[in-house]
């Protein structure tokens, strides 16, 4: 039976083999590492290391910027409502102070003597009188 042929690769390294050369030069070592690919390996390492270190620090400093940032806009939220509860407070304050005057008004009205006055003042005092009701109490009139 004939001899069977070898394989492509084969041929090509039986040949290079033949003329003293190799497909990659080699400086192995007697476990088959070479000296370069040992240095590179350590300096891969320590880059990964760093590259590691830095990534971990990038990533705390992320993590801080992004808790600065939901409290600060916690912070104004807080701010807005307040300003809002504030201008509320104000409003009711202006309300409650004109309800005073107008109060004061209708108490000034009721306890005025009407014998000295004339049929037209008169008249108009029950024209203010009955608005002044009207907005104090809108029910029952």
């Known amino acids: 039976m004939p001899k069977r042929p070898i394989g492509q690769k084969a ?7 033949e003329k003293g050369q ?14 370069e690919s040992a240095i590179n390996l350590d300096k891969l390492d320590k880059f990964q290391e760093e590259t590691n270190a830095n990534r971990i620090k990038v990533l705390e ?39 005073s005057k107008m109060m004061d008004a209708y108490n ?10 004339s049929d037209e003042e008169k008249a108009e005092r029950v024209v203010a009188m009955k ?8 029910d029952t009139i």
């Open 11 to 17: 041929a090509k390294n039986a040949a290079l083999a």
């Open 22 to 35: 190799s497909k990659r030069p080699r400086s192995d070592d007697d476990d088959g590492n070479s000296k």
């Open 61 to 99: 400093l992320q993590q801080k910027l992004s808790s600065e940032k939901l409290e600060t806009a916690k912070l104004a939220h807080l701010t807005a409502q307040e300003t809002k509860e504030g201008k509320k407070l104000i409003l009711e304050a202006k309300k409650v102070e004109k309800e």
């Open 108 to 117: 000034n009205l009721i306890s005025q003597d009407t014998s000295s006055m």
């Open 131 to 138: 608005c002044l009701r009207k907005a104090f109490f809108p």
